[in-house]
């Protein structure tokens, strides 16, 4: 820590020395009508430096380096202006400039240029696959914008989430193929961060935020747009990535900190061919973190090229990719396959399991690899109507081990009853060179129309998604069994070396290892579209539908008595919503009825075919974007209905009946803020009651233990100096706060993870020219847990210090 603290003050005394070298630009931009231009860009053409104009439209560019330029004023949707400009050493340049927009005008560019309430994002073009206003959708969204990753030192995608309210992760990523990342929750349902750019962008290990611009979670169910693969009923996770731009320019970046945590980053943009505008961007990351128990690492190396090429005034070609490739040895998880009601505790703080201890040793270890290619076609067919065509393949590949725990009963050994379980029950589910590819193709056009005097704005989607997953597991849950509360002699038999042996021993065993081969081919054809209709300047309507066409491959021998038949299903989603705005464009009521499915195969007792699961979501609300957006928010209720569950039939137990069902309904409240310059507040709490209906008697009318906690909370606060010597010195306070979670959930059995307050800061120093900064993790050194029907511990108090330079 007393490194954290003299590097900024080396850092400020070099800046001193450097700033009596350079020139500082300054001036006003102001609209055709007089007006100030607020939050507008200003940069040196080809060079990664500028800034953005104040209220009063008044910009500042420091430690500029003596030379000719051009000076670039650009916002969106209005004509860029330039000036050729020459900076003397320890000169102070006046520049003014005037654009060609009034006032009026530009207040709608505003939308996306204001910077001051840097946590709020107002506008999307992958929420509704339109670029369409946030107060003038119907649908509940949350962005986490770049501005807010790189305040908090934001280095994954589960770091990010945090900021999302009613959004609790839930279980650590398992690097498996044909898995996914890390599993959350969002509006009692499981979701995880399978979308990238709009499309398939599946990652199976911790995904790293080398290459995030912002994220995006929109909430509930949202297959008429996304398709039932990649989202769930409570919303789905979608990843926008750093694109190229013009210039030269980059960022390299050295992090270090607690449990062996090292990082080293690179985001690197130049130009392939200037005259025929094709770009390049790189970024690239190397991560390793041990755990804070006293085994368990991850070690990662990833990479993402892109390209963007602008063939001409109406073709716009870009290309990209992910590639991570690591290995590392599993975090704890810890089962419940005997009843908790046994166990003599019904809480995480009760087990009597050391915090700090894995129980399994260091080198039960896996490989795994992600690969993620895409490309995209933008083509302007007219004034009103353009074409984007996407294709995108993944690839996934794991070999190794993955240790698993079970609390035991004393009496299932058949030892004595006692009042609470002494016995860890150790066993292992390894992948043998499983792999699994998703290919996605999507055309989708985009218009603008009208009848009469009414706007439309339409996209209209063919969408082709591929899964092909062949993953081979074996596994035993019987490796041994330990006494956790007393000395073990045993702790590290748990090994690679033991491991081996027995699977080699028992191989043939069924009682003793199992095998599971997962061959999962499936096509799905879909077609969609959405129209958004322009009722009256402040009254829009939405209406979409979907139709799609699954068809399950499953080539394997046997495959329809394994109970994995060959089999094709027809599904439709609807989608409507409603916006009013009693004050235009910072107030608007909403209201949404949203569907997903999920297809079913197999037949009744009857030979009657399932047909598709299906969830319905009604939703209203208000959103506000007020204050010259300075203060930004949405407050909702939901209420989802889930039907057509398959459950067993309570008549014949050999059988199905497709009666089931659940409610999840609740609310959820955002708000950002920019009360003064300098000063933005990120906030958020949701509230989730769920519950079965028509279930199994042990669960009917009970909260779903594979839910999350019924109350949740995030908060962050930061303050970043606007001007003076020491501008860009900022510093983030904050944390989230979640309620006791029931992860099982039965008449005869409850255990609970208990409620948790964790609490995060963060300081830096923002440059034109580097960076410096430092954040904690759990600042009090809480112990709790996460889980949805198992637990795990979490991380305990950590530091990071990191340093990067831009050029």
Same mark, same amino acid.
């Given at each position: ?595 997903? &499915?999920?297809? @079913?195969? =197999?037949?009744? !007792? ?8 299906? #969830? /319905?979501?009604? %939703? $209203? ?33 050999? &059988?199905?009946? @497709?009666? =089931?069902?659940? !409610? ?8 950002? #803020? /920019?009360?003064? %310059? $300098? ?129």
């Amino acid at each position: 820590m007393t490194k954290f603290i003299l590097t900024p003050l080396l850092l400020l005394f070099v800046l001193n020395v450097f700033g009596q070298s350079t020139g500082t630009i300054k001036g006003r931009i102001s609209t055709s009508d007089g007006q100030p231009a607020a939050y507008v860009s200003v940069g040196l053409k080809n060079k990664n430096q500028g800034n953005t104009s104040n209220e009063a439209g008044f910009y500042t560019i420091k430690s500029v380096k003596p030379g000719q330029y051009t000076l670039k004023v650009s916002a969106v949707g209005a004509k860029s202006v330039e000036k050729e400009i020459k900076v003397q050493a320890a000169e102070e340049l006046n520049v003014d400039f005037i654009i060609v927009q009034s006032s009026s005008e530009l207040k709608e560019i505003n939308i996306r240029s204001n910077v001051r309430n840097k946590f709020a994002t107002k506008k999307s073009e992958y929420v509704s696959k339109m670029p369409l206003n946030n107060l003038e959708n119907p649908q509940v969204y949350t962005t986490v914008s770049k501005e807010l990753i790189s305040d908090q030192l934001v280095f994954s995608v589960d770091d990010a989430t945090r900021n999302v309210p009613g959004l609790q992760k839930m279980w650590e990523a398992t690097s498996r193929g044909g898995d996914g990342g890390a599993y959350y929750s969002s509006r009692g349902f499981i979701v995880q961060s399978k979308l990238r750019n709009g499309i398939a962008g599946n990652v199976t290990s911790r995904i790293d935020a080398a290459n995030l611009e912002r994220l995006e979670v929109i909430k509930g169910p949202s297959a008429t747009l996304f398709g039932n693969s990649l989202t769930s009923y409570g919303g789905l996770i979608n990843r926008v990535t750093k694109k190229p731009y013009e210039g030269t320019g980059g960022e390299v970046s050295y992090s270090r900190g607690s449990y062996d945590f090292e990082r080293v980053a690179i985001d690197f943009n130049a130009p392939i061919a200037k005259e025929n505008q094709i770009y390049m961007r790189v970024n690239a990351a190397y991560n390793y973190e041990g755990s804070f128990q006293d085994s368990g690492f991850d070690k990662n190396f990833f990479i993402a090229p892109s390209l963007s090429y602008k063939v001409n005034d109406r073709l716009d070609l870009s290309f990209d990719a992910e590639i991570s490739n690591g290995r590392n040895a599993a975090r704890q998880v810890v089962f419940f396959y005997f009843p908790a009601s046994q166990l003599g505790f019904d809480r995480a703080d009760q087990t009597g399991l050391d915090y700090k201890k894995s129980y399994a040793n260091n080198d039960l270890q896996q490989t795994y690899t992600n690969s993620n290619i895409f490309a995209q076609a933008n083509y302007k067919i007219s004034s009103k109507w353009t074409s984007q065509t996407s294709f995108t393949r993944t690839y996934s590949y794991s070999n190794g081990r993955n240790p698993y725990f079970f609390l035991v009963p004393d009496a299932v050994l058949g030892l004595p009853a006692s009042a609470k379980a002494n016995y860890l029950s150790r066993g292992d589910q390894s992948t043998d060179n499983g792999k699994a590819t998703v290919t996605e193709v999507q055309q989708n056009f985009n218009g603008e129309f009208n009848i009469g005097r009414l706007k439309n704005r339409i996209v209209v989607g063919l969408d082709y998604l591929r899964s092909n997953s062949n993953v081979l597991f074996y596994s035993t849950d019987k490796f041994d069994v330990v006494k956790f509360r007393t000395a073990m002699p045993n702790y590290y038999n748990f090994n690679e070396a033991n491991l081996s042996a027995y699977y080699k021993l028992n191989r043939g065993n069924k009682d003793s290892v199992s095998n599971y081969l997962s061959n999962a081919i499936s096509n799905t054809y879909s077609a969609y579209v959405s129209d958004v209709l322009n009722v009256t300047d402040r009254l829009t309507a939405l209406a979409a539908l979907r139709v799609d066409r699954f068809e399950n491959i499953n080539n394997i021998p046997g495959a329809a008595a394994s109970g994995n038949p060959p089999y094709k299903q027809t599904a439709f989603s609807p989608k409507f919503g409603l916006v009013y705005q009693p004050v235009k464009d910072q107030v608007s009521v909403f209201g949404n009825y949203q569907n997903s &499915f999920t297809n @079913q195969r =197999g037949t009744d !007792i009857n030979g009657n075919t399932f047909k598709p699961e299906q #969830a /319905n979501q009604l %939703e $209203g609300g208000v959103k506000l974007d007020a204050f010259k957006g300075k203060l930004s928010g949405t407050v909702s209720y939901y209420y989802i209905k889930v039907k057509d569950v398959l459950r067993t039939n309570p008549v014949n137990p050999n &059988f199905q009946i @497709q009666d =089931g069902g659940k !409610i999840s309904k609740g609310i959820e409240f955002e708000l950002t #803020a /920019n009360p003064f %310059e $300098g000063f933005n507040i990120l906030t958020g709490f949701g509230y989730n009651e769920n519950y079965f209906v028509n279930a199994d008697a042990s669960v009917e009318g009970r909260r779903d233990g594979a839910s999350m906690s019924p109350y949740s909370a995030n908060v962050w606060l930061s303050y970043k100096l606007p001007q003076g010597n020491l501008k860009g010195l900022g510093i983030g306070f904050g944390g989230n706060y979640a309620s006791d979670n029931k992860i099982v959930n039965t008449t005869t059995s409850v255990f609970t993870l208990p409620s948790y307050t964790v609490l995060n800061a963060s300081i830096f120093y923002d440059h034109p020219k580097f960076r410096i900064g430092a954040k904690v993790d759990n600042l009090t050194n809480k112990e709790y847990w996460i889980g949805y029907t198992t637990m795990n511990a979490q991380k305990l108090r950590s530091f990071v210090g990191s340093i990067s330079y831009k050029f």
